[in-house]
């Protein structure tokens, strides 16, 4: 039987859990750089920023959404929408990702 597309786009949402920034060993969920996912017709959709609209690992971090959402099996293509309003601040992150970025020696 095939998932309702409220449970893809929880699927997504759990498989942008497994993406990790490149420079910190925090996923992109804790970060607070999805601003949202959709599923349509076999496309899924990722709302995503960046912590700086010239942040080096923009393209890192888009081919790493693409490879991992390209994982699961319903999933034909993959669109990217940068968004950048609004702009990212630390209030997005999660709890759990500012409790990560203070091992760093970084408060959030």
């Known amino acids: 039987m095939d998932e309702a597309p ?4 929880a699927a ?3 498989a942008l859990g497994e993406v990790q920034d490149p420079e910190l060993p925090i996923s992109l ?3 607070g750089l999805v601003y949202g996912v959709g599923f ?4 899924a959709r990722v709302d995503l920023t960046f912590t700086a609209t ?4 923009m393209d890192f971090i ?3 959404v693409r490879d991992r959402i390209g994982l699961e099996p319903w999933v034909d293509a993959v669109e990217i929408n940068e968004v950048w309003d609004p702009p990212w601040t630390t209030a997005r992150m999660t ?3 500012r409790r990560k970025l203070g091992r760093f020696g970084v408060s959030a």
């Open 29 to 31: 969920l804790d970060l």
């Open 12 to 14: 997504l949402r759990d």
């Open 54 to 57: 010239a942040c080096p690992c």
């Open 95 to 97: 709890d759990e990702g």
């Open 6 to 9: 409220a449970d893809k786009e």
């Open 40 to 43: 349509d017709g076999g496309t």
């Open 62 to 64: 888009k081919q790493d």
